[in-house]
């Protein structure tokens, strides 16, 4: 049977998507007749399915280009962000096997789940269409509502998941609805066609509410203040390596998403989002940071530590230039392996019914697990933006992008919030280190998977801390390529 070219096309630019959606199919499909014993083979399958997908990355890299009919467009921005979500992907199922066991709740739809979530993630970053990215928001949340209550057995985990689901259709709702009004004021739902429209007409008041609907919507779930309030309750409720997933991944998608849609769709009407960008940005440090201090519980803090960072990026968002976004890509590309890195570290230390999640609980982890107590003071350290670490460089990049449009105001708040989080970072490297070991939880054997997921995070904070300019330099040139068009 002979394929037009074209149609192959489509197929070379959505390999990535492809793989994934083939992949959790065919999990779901051996899943039932795989007894229980055999179950984590359902994982291996879906880790090389991520490693499928990094493969159609290539094969995508040499078909760039707009597939079916504008819908989705591959270039180098897009690559990048697709990069970052299937590696959070891959390193969430080598972090699961352990956990998923102790829980007894092995099972393939999980891991399924976690394709299908990705691959929503992946059509948001690729989506040149606001419809199209809808749906892509849509097969990413409900595949993450259902993840959240995995541990059905759990109160928590239940209430993470109803409370996940009722606020995240809220905010899709806002999203669609701004979309209906954007549509209404330009007659467009293309993102390129918006921009075209908008070149020569000035804004109606119907555009300005729909550009509010959308942020507000894509603010959700960024996690940025005022829209962070179910993040803590969910990040805690949520079975903590989907937790990981929940504080890396989605965001990444998100944040690429808004890059595109507001600096290409709404770049000519910038001053309508600058100031509500700038106001978020502020409250998301001071929400973040202030909220964390108070925090006795590991993920609740990371929670808000994951809000604070939402605002460092919002720095690099509000510039508004190349340099912005390329800072703004390379800050995601740290913070979703410190991130992730963190909440694995979690998963591990957890125990069963993840019942060690106080921060006196980690008392004496210095010399119980000096490895494991040694990933999470990289992590956390990078979090706080110690020099030679990727979260420095991402700090860096996001200030001078600000420093640069002369946001000098929005840098100061930011640094001083720096200091802020030295705080509770800080407190939980002291709590390991210096205080006396606690009894309660005796050390245990780490799993070979998850020393293999934390090597990787490991390695690539070191990484973007120590040789940071290719990231950046491919960041900075697909930003420029994506602007010029």
Known sequence: MHIPYEQLENIYRLAPEIVLCATGILIMLIDPFTPPARKRLMGWLGFVGTLGALA???VSSHHAGAAYSGLVVVDGFSLFMHAIVIVVAALVILGSFRYLDDERVQRGEYYALILFAVTGMCILSGANELVTAFLGLEMSSISTYILAGFRRTSMKSNEASLKYFLLGSFATAFFLYGIAMVYGATGQTGIPAIANVLATASPSSLLVLGVGMIFVGLGFKVVIAPFQVYAPDVYEGAPTPVTGLLASAPKAATFALMLRIFYTSFSTVGPLWFWAVWIAAVLSMVVGNFAAITQTNVKRMLAYSSVAHAGYIMVAFAASTAVGMAAVMFYMAAYVLMKLGAFLVVTELGGTGEKRLEIKDYAGLGTQQPVLAACFALFLL??????????FVGKFYAFQAGLDSRLVWLVV????????????????????????????????????????????????????????SRVMHFAYTSAQALLSR
């Open 56 to 58: 159609g990355l290539v």
């Open 413 to 468: 708040i930011a640094a001083l919030n720096t200091i802020v989080g030295a705080y509770y970072y800080l407190h939980v490297i002291v709590v390991m280190y210096f205080n006396d070991p606690q009894t309660e939880f005796p050390p245990q054997k780490t799993s070979t998977e998850l020393k293999l997921a934390l090597l990787a995070c490991a390695i690539g904070v070191i990484y973007l801390g120590i040789f940071p």
């Open 382 to 391: 990078s979090l706080l933006g110690l020099p030679l670490t990727g979260g």
